[in-house]
């Protein structure tokens, strides 16, 4: 019986130390989340980290997510709930009272902060594609008899045959053709047997019918002649190449029965190309009929071309977010194929003059953008602009810059680099935000 109850004392016991390290753990771990207004925590345009120290300490915790939101304790940040950091107030910067920044020549000199230029220019883009050369469909020809029948013999009888305009495609057996050979052989017979009389009007009337028909069914006026002159119908109709060009498609075989209006074969004249261009549909604005392309071809870096495009198509593609335009380029001895790739380079006609600067000036904040200006002697205000056309690098700004001030060429590394810079940022976007947790992105470069 002791020795049960010493048993029972000592699980208790054990039971009483775990309670209190757990309380004791729980008491560390849960650290109160700061209850604070972001109002109150967002770096205000003037008295910079400095306002924030009310314990005199000259240490200030800063959301490390977002360092606009600045408290004067511990604790965790409102928006994340992550741990806040100790700053400094003194360190590196400081914000001035007319919302710039202050930075330490020596924290510039590590950073390698670099300062460009602002220029008003036009903006004379370039778009570089990918491309495709296709046939041209203004050059395509199709051959069709005029009459049914039987292909007795096929000239030409493979795909890619070259064929010149007039050259002899195939034979065609047709019991009509003959017919109407006949019935213009004796209607030939009784104009001469009735000249002079009354009924040769007649006879002639039917002669001019039969020959008529004969022309519609593409017999020639040559073939004609030769029919008066030999008073033999000719058994098959010669089909020509109504063009010169490459046989791109052949649908008959001989002896195969044959339909009027039926597609023989395919003709396209390849001296021309189309050269179809893949435009984003970011780059469309720029991309209009008559602007200048320079072509190069992947197979033969030695071959470059020049054009112009003369259509852009009315519809977009809505897997690859593209519109297709067209430049018609020279093929001088075939050298080009349809199929092969190429590269073009647009040149879009020149905007009028405005501020431009480069893309990796600019940051992107919502659906606000600035640039960082750097005022001199360590100064760097953000400011807020009003971005245009983009293109080759660099950005039109229409509102908020001038030329001649000078800005950070790469704003986002200048933030990346001092964190409270953000803080900066965060004010000037004050009066755009609010609410009980910051809802902003962080600031992103523009790429």
């Known amino acids: 019986m002791r020795t049960r109850i010493v048993l029972f004392s000592s699980l208790l016991g054990l039971l009483l130390i775990a309670y ?12 109160p989340v700061a209850s604070v207004d972001t109002t109150t925590a967002m770096a205000p345009p003037s008295g910079g980290l400095a306002a924030f120290d009310k314990n005199g300490d000259g240490i200030v915790y800063q959301d490390p997510m977002h360092p606009w939101i600045v408290l004067d304790a511990p604790g965790k940040a409102p928006d994340c709930g992550m741990d806040l950091v100790p700053v400094s107030i003194h360190e590196g910067m400081d914000m001035e009272t007319d919302g710039s920044v202050r930075i330490d020549p020596v924290v510039l000199q590590n950073t390698g902060v670099r300062l460009t230029t602002v220029e008003v220019a036009p903006l004379a883009p370039t778009v570089r594609a990918t491309a495709r050369l296709e046939v041209n469909e203004q050059q395509l020809v199709a051959v069709s008899p005029k009459i049914s029948g039987w292909v007795e013999v096929l000239y030409v ?8 305009k007039g050259e002899p495609l195939l034979e065609i057996y047709s019991p009509e053709l003959v017919s109407t050979q006949e019935e213009y052989l004796l209607a030939l017979r009784n104009v001469r047997q009735l000249a002079g009389t009354p009924a ?11 020959r008529r028909r004969l022309l519609f069914w593409d017999i020639t006026d040559q073939q004609i002649q030769q029919l008066e002159e030999t008073g033999q119908p000719r058994k098959t109709l010669t089909l020509y190449a109504p063009a010169s060009g490459t046989v791109l498609e052949k649908k008959v075989v001989e002896g195969q029965k044959i339909q009027a209006g ?6 396209a ?10 435009v984003y549909e970011h780059d469309l604005s720029w991309v209009v009929p008559g602007i200048r392309a320079e072509i190069t071809l992947p197979y033969d870096p030695t071959v470059r071309l020049e054009g112009y495009v003369d259509y852009v198509y009315d519809t977009l593609d809505p897997t690859t977010r593209t519109a297709q335009a067209r430049i018609v380029v020279p093929n001088p001895g075939l050298r080009l194929k349809p199929g092969m790739y190429a590269v073009a380079t647009l040149h879009g006609r020149p905007t009028p003059p405005r501020p431009l600067v480069p893309d990796e000036a600019i940051v992107r904040y919502g659906n606000e953008a600035f640039v960082i200006v750097a005022l001199g002697e360590g100064r760097f205000l953000p400011t807020r602009v009003q971005v245009g056309h983009e293109a080759n690098g660099y950005a039109q700004i229409l509102d908020g810059l001038q030329g001649g001030e000078q800005i950070v060429a790469r704003a986002q590394f200048l933030i990346d680099s001092e964190a409270r810079l953000k803080s900066a940022l965060g ?3 004050s009066g755009h935000q609010h609410g009980s947790a910051m809802e902003a992105d962080e600031p992103d470069a523009h790429s």
């Open 200 to 210: 040769e009007a007649d006879a002639r009337r039917l002669l001019e019918a039969a």
């Open 269 to 278: 004249d390849l001296s021309t190309l189309w050269l179809q261009v893949d």
């Open 427 to 429: 004010a000037l976007m």
């Open 20 to 31: 209190v390290a757990h309380s004791l753990w729980r008491s560390n771990a849960e650290v």
């Open 157 to 164: 009888d493979y795909e890619g045959a070259r064929v010149r």
């Open 262 to 267: 039926q597609t023989l074969f395919v003709l």
